[in-house]
């Protein structure tokens, strides 16, 4: 006669517990090799506001030559970026090197 043996089932839940990480590098290596949708039990949905958000940047006008516009539609091709990127970006390399040169 076969005795009865007793067997723990352990639930999914308790076995995909998210870990306590000792620092951020192995909080990142562990996220890098898991999905959440392994851990259900340990995320709960929420429910998010975006109505009172404001941009972040603000539109202006800036009447510029028609060749500098020209040229710079040019070398946004080159780069494959819209123009208007292009722009903002060397804007901000400008004003960088114009504020490092003021506090030399």
Excluded: G
């Amino acid at each position: 006669m076969q005795k009865n043996k007793k067997i723990n089932k352990i639930s999914a839940s308790a076995v995909n517990k998210i870990p306590v990480f000792k620092n951020e590098d192995e909080e990142r290596d562990f996220w890098a090799n898991h999905s959440i949708l392994d851990f259900p039990d340990d995320f709960k949905e929420v429910n998010l506001d975006f109505s009172n958000l404001k941009p972040s940047t603000r539109p202006i006008t800036v009447r510029l030559p028609i060749f500098l516009v020209e040229d710079l539609k040019i070398l946004a091709n080159k780069k494959d970026v819209p123009y208007q990127s292009l722009m903002k970006v060397f804007l901000a390399e400008k004003v960088r090197q114009e504020f490092k040169a003021s506090y030399q």
